[in-house]
């Protein structure tokens, strides 16, 4: 069993940024692919970034050059650095791990961007 914790969400300015952070517990030593979904008012959920445990990274079009990615195995987080944000960037966002067996999902940090 996996726990995600995410935190760092907030309201910020266009153009502004925040860093997220989901800190993982439980059986971690299982979990080989880490990463950020999205969800906006009325759309379903989308990648926002992935990366595996040999640092490989993947990365949505609409977020290439602004986010990134990155993970502390010592701490057993990930975290997701947003630049030059947008208000299209809205929504909820949520942490994303997965071992040989399950997918595990964080509960969800809002991050709202006022244009």
């Known amino acids: 069993q996996v726990q995600l914790v995410e935190s760092g969400g907030g309201l910020v300015q266009a153009r502004g940024s925040l860093r997220l952070s989901c800190a993982a517990s439980?059986?971690?030593?299982?979990?080989?692919?880490m990463g950020w979904f999205r969800q906006a008012p009325g759309k379903q959920r989308e990648l926002v970034a992935l990366?595996?445990?040999?640092?490989?990274?993947n990365y949505a079009d609409s977020v290439k050059g602004r986010f990134s990615i990155s993970r502390d195995n010592a701490k057993n987080t990930v975290y997701l650095q947003m630049n030059s944000l947008k208000p299209e960037d809205t929504g909820v966002y949520y942490c994303?791990?997965?071992?040989?067996?399950?997918?595990?999902w964080g509960q969800g940090t809002q991050v709202t961007v006022s244009s």
């Open positions: 994303y791990a997965r071992d040989a067996e399950y997918p595990y």
């Open positions: 439980g059986t971690t030593f299982s979990i080989n692919t």
């Open positions: 990366i595996i445990s040999g640092s490989s990274t």
